[in-house]
């Protein structure tokens, strides 16, 4: 007896509607995701209990390392550009537009006035290498305010809304933070926020 052949047939699968749940997916991601700035410094936040979060907006972060060297950035990057108008109209630092949208585009700044032209004319790699041997001054000019109050002077003048937040590494001396909070406490900038990792309490 022959055998019965079983007539087959293709099975179609509508793969659109999955389609369009990708695209919805990847459409939120992209809206709601916030990028975080390549810092050419890293720094290892030391642990802490607190949940408080640091605002993402308006916020003027200064980073200080652990061989205590200070940087700055700002998530506005219109307002970068005010603040160092303001910065070079004082110390007469005459920069191209070029310089300036160096500067604009890089993450984060930390360089005193008497360099910046020349740091802003290398190439990206090479600014990227230079910054970690730099640093903005906090040591007072003819006993007057430190380019880092200066710059801090400038955020606020530009945003007064503006809310500061201290990124430092765990193995930054102690006296370096103190330093750059006294700087802080004697311009009247006594709220900010440290940056920290979290860390569970015991028997969380």
């Given at each position: ?12 699968i ?29 720094v ?63 993450p ?10 020349a ?65 802080l ?20």
């Open positions: 007896m022959g055998k019965v052949k079983i007539k087959k047939s293709d099975v179609w509508d793969m659109t509607p999955m389609s369009d749940v990708m695209v919805l997916l990847l459409t939120f991601f992209m809206l709601t995701s916030t990028f975080v700035k390549n810092e050419p410094v890293k290892v936040t030391p642990g802490s209990v607190s949940e408080i979060k640091v605002p993402e907006k308006n916020v003027l972060n200064i980073l200080v390392d652990k061989k205590g060297q200070v940087f700055m950035s700002m998530d506005n990057q219109a307002q970068m550009l005010d603040v160092l108008a303001g910065m070079t109209g004082q110390f007469g630092v005459a920069l191209t537009g070029e310089q300036q949208k160096r500067f604009q585009k890089d984060m700044w930390g360089v005193s006035m008497d360099k910046l032209s740091y802003l004319n290398l190439e990206d790699t090479q600014r990227s290498e230079e910054l970690k041997n730099q640093g903005i001054p906090t040591d007072s000019i003819d006993g007057k305010k430190s380019e880092f109050q200066m710059w801090v002077d400038q955020a606020f003048n530009v945003n007064s809304d503006i809310k500061l937040a201290i990124k430092a590494d765990e193995n930054t001396p102690y006296k370096i933070i103190k330093k750059v909070m006294s700087e406490q004697d311009m009247s900038k006594n709220r900010y926020y440290l940056i920290t990792s979290y860390k569970k309490q015991e028997g969380e």
